[in-house]
């Protein structure tokens, strides 16, 4: 009986890990971007899978040359009509992400964490969407943004600080072209003229009771240490008992009794990939926790949208 409980435990485990995830194809190409951030290594992406899960767990394509995923500065969503979600986890991917260009996309609103993993982030382009919200925060975690195209979305609502991390001065771009609320361009780098429509966009933009994130959600932290040291309830769960056999070798030893009497073994190895495999679940438990969280906000913001 107890076997069977760990056994459904595992294949669980392993079944929602497989349901949280999905694979992103790249078309690999060098790409100028005039006045920004030059010869950029770029991932184009046509085809995001129609999925509620937005976690991306594996990336297929050909790399140019000798290039790595190391060498990708760039990542380009477009020519997807049905794009519901922003991808997240590209960076345990592509750690170096200077450009990101979104197109055609079909939600409404950015909650303002859909960015925070490139923290080297100088070029966003968000365009020819239905984007109407955008959060305050958006910018918290990418100050160095100095090419903004924000044009040709649905935009009625903007966080009156959303524009406050970035440096205005180093601006080259800013473009919030064909939107509802306001229709402003400025691509020469003048400051004086970006602050106005800034200001002008606080004005018009006005988002009135913009959702506000107020608890923070936590993974909790497992160690080997405290898993294999754990003896609690052992009516119920296998003691884990480490022994010494010599100097540079260990043995972990999981006594469960059965109907034949035999005793059930593994390596410590196995132990810890199992707890790797347990933690990889958690983050995307807590990563779709999160998109919860922000589809409650969304439609409280916009509560014809659940109509």
Request: proline share 3%; with cysteine; aromatic share 10%.
């Amino acid at each position: 009986m107890k076997n069977s409980i760990w056994l459904l435990i595992f294949v669980n485990l392993l079944t929602f890990k497989t349901s949280s995830s999905f694979t992103i194809e790249c078309n690999y190409r060098v790409v100028d971007y005039i006045d920004t951030v030059r010869s950029v290594y770029e991932c184009g992406v046509k085809n995001v899978p129609i999925l509620s899960e937005n976690i991306v767990t594996n990336i297929t394509g050909n790399h140019l040359n000798n290039k790595t995923n190391i060498d990708v500065t760039s990542i380009r969503i477009e020519g997807n009509s049905t794009l519901s979600f922003v991808p997240r986890r590209f960076s345990n991917f592509f750690p170096h992400i200077r450009a990101y260009i979104i197109n055609s996309a079909t939600f409404d609103t950015l909650f303002g964490d859909e960015f925070d993993e490139f923290s080297e982030l100088e070029f966003l382009q968000f365009s020819s969407s239905k984007l109407a919200s955008i959060s305050s925060r958006l910018f918290e975690k990418t100050p160095n943004v100095i090419f903004l195209s924000l044009s040709w979305n649905q935009i009625l609502r903007v966080g009156s600080d959303l524009f406050t991390p970035l440096d205005v001065t180093k601006i080259k771009y800013f473009a919030f072209y064909g939107n509802r609320c306001i229709s402003k361009m400025e691509q020469k780098g003048n400051t004086t003229a970006i602050i106005e429509i800034i200001n002008e966009i606080r004005v018009k933009c006005p988002y009135v009771n913009e959702p506000v994130i107020t608890t923070t959600l936590t993974i909790p932290t497992i160690t080997t240490t405290n898993l294999l040291t754990t003896t609690e309830d052992t009516t119920n769960f296998p003691t884990i008992n480490t022994e010494q056999e010599t100097t540079t070798s260990k043995t972990t030893t999981i006594s469960q009794e059965t109907t034949t009497g035999q005793n059930l073994t593994c390596s410590e190895k196995n132990v810890k990939e199992l707890i790797c495999e347990i933690k990889d679940n958690l983050k995307i438990l807590y990563e779709e926790m999160q998109e919860i969280k922000n589809e409650i906000l969304r439609m409280s913001a916009n509560p014809c949208a659940c109509k």
